[in-house]
């Protein structure tokens, strides 16, 4: 069986709450990718922050040197190891979320499965994009 701890990139670009958006953008830009994960003190997902939510930002005119904190999406869905392919077929297609942070039974993060990442499997390239 085919689980989310075999699909998952163990490289994920993370970033503190108190990083500002402007930094938060530049580093999607810069490393080429499709978030940046959030992260507290001990290693756990306080949120996502994701080309979408940076289209929207820009948008509505808010000031780039604002904290990630305020302005990144919360509640975040996250994965466990263990889950079947199937299982995030599911969660993906209810939510329709692009990206999903992995962590372990503590709550930290291990790693990311995408979307993009999951193509990139089935069709056999390898982007290495968030």
């Known amino acids: 069986m085919l689980l989310v701890k075999h699909m998952m990139l163990t490289k994920v670009i993370t970033a503190k709450p108190n990083t500002t958006v402007k930094e938060t953008i530049k580093t999607l830009y810069e490393k080429h990718i499709g978030c940046v994960v959030i992260l507290d003190d001990n290693n756990k997902v306080t949120g996502i922050f994701t080309e979408r939510d940076a289209i929207r930002l820009v948008a509505e005119n808010v000031q780039l040197n604002r904290p990630i904190d ?29 990206h999903l942070p992995v962590v372990n039974q503590k709550g930290e993060l291990t790693g990311l499965l995408s979307v993009r990442g999951l193509l990139d ?3 056999g390239t390898n982007s290495q994009n968030c």
Not at 70 to 94: G, P, W
């Open 70 to 98: 305020n302005l990144m999406t919360k509640n975040v869905i996250t994965l466990q190891e263990d889950f079947s392919i199937n299982e995030v077929r599911k969660i993906i297609s209810a939510h329709k979320v692009r």
């Open 121 to 123: 499997q089935f069709f």
